[in-house]
């Protein structure tokens, strides 16, 4: 049975950098972690019509060398506990610790654009893929979710700059911040069955 066919929560996975934290390169250090403008009303928002919250993030400073995997989990851990003073029970927290560079080695399933870790979180938690969104700041972020087979939200704030198209990279809608992408996603009809070839833009 595929994932998506799995009955289950629905999920809205949310990267890390540039959507839900303020995008500062390789940062592990939790006083210098904030949100992103809308985040918490919008993850609050989310979490009231009962979407469970998952951060899936590409973290190569790990393979890097720039910070290791313990100063990574603090900084989870640091996070998990400022969203839960916010009212938000944060479900799940999943890195790709590798390296973006094919020479450094073979490729992973994990890194997005890959599906590997919303994958990986439906199966830890029993989500329903084909019920949840993917919402991101970059296009890989938008290809991730939809091979996962959730809808998805890209956040047009500048921070895609290539713009390469491909099957997987049209999202169902965008949106100017979190709190602007959770009133789309609570507004969003029923997923009728699990995402296939992505539709055009949604209208606000």
């Excluded at 956040?155 to 491909?166: I, K, P, R, Y």
Aim: aromatic share 6%.
């Amino acid at each position: 049975m595929a994932l998506s066919d799995q009955p289950g929560d629905p999920a809205v996975f949310v990267d890390k950098d540039g959507t839900l934290v303020e995008d500062r390169p390789y940062n592990v250090d939790p006083a210098r972690m904030s949100f992103t403008a809308g985040a918490l009303d919008g993850l609050r928002m989310l979490h009231a019509h009962g979407f469970r919250i998952v951060v899936v993030t590409n973290q190569p400073g790990v393979a890097l060398g720039y910070f290791d995997l313990d100063a990574l989990l603090r900084l989870r851990q640091a996070l998990a506990r400022r969203l839960a003073r916010a009212g938000v029970p944060l479900t799940g927290f999943y890195a790709c610790p590798h390296a973006p560079d094919p020479a450094a080695g073979p490729p992973c399933s994990c890194r997005k654009p890959a599906p590997g870790l919303l994958q990986q979180a439906a199966r830890a938690h029993g989500l329903d893929l084909a019920r949840s969104w993917m919402v991101g700041d970059i296009l890989d972020d938008v290809e991730a979710g939809q091979r996962a087979g959730c809808r998805s939200v890209l956040l047009d704030v500048g921070n895609e700059t290539l713009w390469q198209d491909g099957p997987w990279r049209t999202p169902h809608a965008r949106a100017t911040n979190l709190h602007d992408a959770a009133r789309q996603i609570v507004r969003a009809p029923a997923a009728a069955g699990p995402a296939a070839t992505p539709p055009e833009l949604a209208a606000r």
